[in-house]
């Protein structure tokens, strides 16, 4: 069974630029999951949707941060400006819809010069 | 969600059983002990999740007290594999997970 996929894996940017990350869960997962980790802290949810409807995006810093999952499969989250305090790893996850945990991809590490 | 208390850091032999404690004393009777770990760089990886009843799988046991305000993960033979970050979450099933820091579990050879 394939996990679930993130790109890119690493990207380095300057403050006040844009950049977007792309997520592909676990097929047949209703629900998707992206988290912000930052060196040396658990992750922290940003937002959560269930199919393509957001659920959850109370910690989403709304003024720079923007996610979508069109058709209720792949999902892109958004930073635009990014800050220096954006840099940490952007971790999606995918679980089924009354399912026993989150599936996590690996990680796009974000590093903002 | 309840808060949970790890150890920040706990050294094991290879080969011996790993035990990472966690508690919980503020659990709600319908709130799930769940457990995760992450490998250096790598995304969380789910270990194992229970209400009540101790559970096993191929990766590890649970053992949650009676008055399930703690809980033990053990990963019955460690190896320097399982040298990662252990996360013990108490939340309601598929809500959202509230991470701590964690416990660093370093295998030594």
């Known amino acids: 069974e394939a996990g679930v996929a993130q790109s890119p894996r690493y990207k380095i940017i300057e403050k006040r630029q844009s950049v977007a990350f792309w997520c592909n869960p676990i097929?047949?997962?209703?629900?998707l999951y992206w988290y912000q980790q930052i060196l040396g802290q658990g992750p922290k949810l940003l937002i959560q949707?269930?199919?393509?409807?957001?659920?959850?995006d109370s910690q989403l810093p709304k003024d720079r941060f923007s996610a979508e999952r069109l058709k209720g499969v792949d999902s892109t989250l958004k930073i635009q400006p990014a800050k220096l305090e954006d840099s940490a790893v952007y971790l999606c996850?995918?679980?089924?819809?009354?399912?026993?945990?989150?599936?996590f991809g690996p990680g796009t590490r974000l590093t903002v010069l | 969600d309840a808060k949970t208390t790890q150890p920040t850091s706990m050294d094991c032999a290879e080969g011996r059983a790993a035990n990472l404690p966690c508690n919980h004393s503020t659990i709600s009777g319908n709130e799930y002990v769940y457990w995760y770990r992450q490998i250096h760089s790598q995304g969380p990886q789910y270990i194992i999740h229970g209400l009540k009843n101790n559970e096993t799988n191929e990766m590890a046991s649970l053992i949650i007290t009676e008055d399930r305000k703690s809980s033990t993960l053990i990963l019955p033979h460690a190896t320097l594999r399982d040298t990662a970050v252990y996360y013990c979450?108490?939340?309601?099933?598929?809500?959202?997970?509230?991470w701590g820091a964690g416990t660093k579990l370093i295998i030594k050879p």
């Open positions: 996850a995918s679980s089924l819809e009354g399912g026993s945990g989150q599936f």
């Open positions: 979450i108490a939340t309601l099933e598929n809500y959202q997970l509230i």
């Open positions: 097929s047949g997962h209703a629900t």
């Open positions: 949707f269930q199919n393509n409807g957001v659920v959850d």
